[in-house]
């Protein structure tokens, strides 16, 4: 098989992407729909309470990932993931069944994103570090960036049905096929062979793990520095359902066909920045860099395009620059952190990602609603190469052979344990 693809030799890891793609496919789906139910069947073209409804998905991870993280360590990571995939998909059966039935309201779809964002944070960590269980050491690397493709695969799809079936039939079926698609998810969990796993000793119960993870952390400057840029990207450069929404019928004035399409043009590009990090074997700083530098660059040129077409097309190398950083930041803490800190780590990483993005929805949304969508892609374009640039400063200053010399060394000391 193909070094692109080696971590699919893995029976299990096979039995588990399977499963997650299909998941992922409901999962943009009902994305799409959720905003579009927001922004034009319960409010008239409102991009706050857009922000909102992401903000209150997202906002748990920033608020319990760190105690998400000590349950990873703690319990079977399998089983975690049982309990909490089920939980995603009642609360996307439940708001389906509101819209079916004609019943729906703001607040409980305010509601269902909490729910979901709850329960999502509780799974993250334990589904990121569960990957290093099916694969081994050997091939985190690739079975990151395959988890990635495989997200990204689905984003090429998901949107576009969703745009399809939204204006078909409208967007409560759509809820309720993305809550059919996490019984995939769970029979997936069902086949994995617990004997062949390779989980790490779990962390006895004690006091203050919530600490002795940040305290790890704090003694490591390339996962500060990897942290800070991800909460400062995940707020200002990927708030996408909001600047897409906002740009699709703000400025464009399209449908939802249309609309949906945008999330999988952008797919081509972070599906593409997925396949080639699988090639990768190991950590790179320069890719995080660059992955930012682009990111801010071809965000700024998106804020003036003059039409439609043109905008969709430069989401193409935002979305490839987007999931470079990404995968760059989440391969360097898979394969550079001690084992029996990997979960609470992860679980800072997204908290800090996700919980950016949670504080950083309301922003944009208001400044797109009070200024112009154009000056909320545009803010978040410029603050996105800003922190670029600063980074790069930052490890001019401190040597980038030095820090990519610490990045190896905590790679080679984590795999020795």
Same mark, same amino acid.
């Given at each position: 098989?193909?070094?692109?693809?080696?971590?699919?030799?893995?029976?299990?890891?096979?039995?588990?992407?399977?499963?997650?793609?299909?998941?992922?496919?409901?999962?943009?789906?009902?994305? =799409?729909? &959720?905003?579009?139910?927001?922004?034009?069947?319960?409010?008239?073209?409102?991009?706050?309470? =857009?922000?909102?409804?992401?903000?209150?998905?997202?906002?748990?991870?920033?608020?319990? !990932?760190?105690?998400?993280?000590?349950?990873?360590?703690?319990?079977?990571?399998?089983?975690?993931?049982?309990?909490?995939?089920?939980?995603? $998909?009642?609360?996307?059966?439940?708001?389906?069944?509101?819209?079916?039935?004609?019943?729906?309201?703001?607040?409980?779809?305010?509601?269902?994103?909490?729910?979901?964002?709850?329960?999502?944070?509780?799974? !993250? /960590?334990?589904?990121?570090?569960?990957?290093?269980?099916?694969?081994?050491?050997?091939?985190?690397?690739?079975?990151?960036?395959?988890?990635?493709?495989?997200?990204?695969?689905?984003?090429?799809?998901? /949107?576009?049905?969703?745009? +399809?079936?939204?204006?078909?039939?409208?967007?409560?079926? =759509?809820?309720?096929?993305?809550?059919?698609?996490?019984?995939? =998810?769970?029979?997936?969990?069902?086949?994995?062979?617990?004997? &062949?796993?390779?989980?790490?000793?779990?962390?006895?119960?004690?006091?203050?793990? +919530?600490?002795?993870?940040?305290?790890?952390?704090?003694?490591?400057?390339?996962? +500060?520095?990897?942290?800070?840029?991800?909460?400062?990207?995940?707020?200002?450069?990927?708030?996408?359902?909001?600047?897409?929404?906002?740009?699709?019928?703000?400025?464009?004035?399209?449908?939802?066909? &249309?609309?949906?399409?945008? !999330?999988?043009?952008?797919?081509?590009?972070?599906?593409?920045?997925?396949?080639?990090?699988?090639?990768?074997?190991? /950590?790179?700083?320069?890719?995080?860099? $660059? !992955?930012?530098?682009?990111?801010?660059?071809?965000?700024?040129?998106?804020?003036?395009?003059?039409?439609?077409?043109?905008?969709?097309?430069?989401?193409?190398?935002?979305?490839?620059? @987007?999931?470079?950083?990404?995968?760059?930041?989440?391969?360097?803490?898979?394969?550079?952190?001690?084992?029996?800190?990997?979960?609470?780590?992860?679980?800072?990483?997204?908290?800090?990602?996700?919980?950016?993005?949670?504080?950083?929805?309301?922003?944009?949304?208001?400044?797109?609603?009070?200024?112009?969508?154009?000056?909320? +892609?545009?803010?978040?374009?410029?603050?996105?190469?800003?922190?670029?640039?600063?980074?790069?400063?930052?490890?001019?200053?401190?040597?980038?052979?030095?820090?990519?010399?610490?990045?190896?060394? @905590?790679?080679?000391?984590?795999?020795?344990?």
């Amino acid at each position: 098989m193909s070094a692109m693809f080696r971590a699919l030799e893995n029976p299990n890891y096979r039995v588990w992407a399977g499963g997650a793609l299909v998941s992922n496919v409901g999962t943009w789906m009902q994305r =799409v729909a &959720q905003d579009w139910l927001v922004l034009t069947v319960l409010t008239n073209h409102s991009g706050t309470a =857009v922000g909102v409804t992401t903000s209150l998905q997202f906002l748990p991870m920033l608020l319990l !990932g760190p105690y998400a993280g000590v349950l990873a360590d703690r319990y079977r990571k399998r089983r975690i993931l049982f309990w909490t995939q089920t939980a995603m $998909g009642v609360c996307g059966l439940i708001v389906g069944l509101l819209v079916v039935t004609g019943a729906a309201q703001l607040w409980q779809v305010y509601a269902a994103a909490l729910a979901l964002g709850i329960a999502a944070a509780v799974d !993250g /960590p334990a589904r990121q570090a569960f990957v290093s269980e099916l694969v081994g050491p050997d091939n985190i690397s690739n079975a990151v960036a395959l988890n990635s493709a495989s997200f990204n695969s689905a984003r090429l799809t998901g /949107p576009a049905i969703a745009g +399809v079936l939204i204006a078909w039939i409208g967007t409560g079926p =759509v809820f309720l096929l993305n809550a059919a698609s996490f019984v995939a =998810v769970i029979i997936s969990l069902a086949r994995v062979k617990t004997a &062949q796993l390779q989980p790490t000793a779990p962390v006895v119960r004690g006091k203050h793990q +919530v600490v002795e993870g940040l305290q790890y952390v704090r003694q490591r400057p390339d996962l +500060v520095l990897i942290l800070f840029m991800v909460g400062i990207l995940g707020a200002f450069g990927m708030n996408f359902t909001v600047t897409n929404s906002l740009m699709s019928t703000a400025v464009f004035g399209v449908g939802p066909e &249309q609309f949906g399409l945008l !999330g999988s043009i952008m797919a081509v590009g972070t599906l593409a920045g997925a396949l080639l990090a699988a090639r990768r074997s190991g /950590p790179r700083l320069r890719f995080m860099l $660059g !992955g930012a530098l682009t990111l801010g660059i071809f965000t700024l040129f998106s804020s003036i395009s003059p039409v439609f077409w043109v905008y969709a097309v430069v989401l193409i190398p935002v979305g490839l620059a @987007s999931i470079t950083f990404l995968n760059s930041c989440n391969t360097t803490i898979q394969l550079s952190v001690e084992p029996r800190f990997r979960g609470r780590v992860l679980a800072l990483y997204l908290a800090i990602l996700q919980g950016g993005t949670a504080m950083g929805a309301p922003l944009m949304g208001w400044i797109g609603t009070e200024f112009g969508a154009r000056w909320a +892609v545009a803010a978040g374009g410029a603050v996105v190469l800003m922190t670029g640039v600063a980074a790069v400063v930052m490890v001019g200053r401190r040597s980038q052979a030095t820090i990519r010399e610490q990045v190896r060394t @905590s790679w080679r000391r984590a795999r020795a344990t």
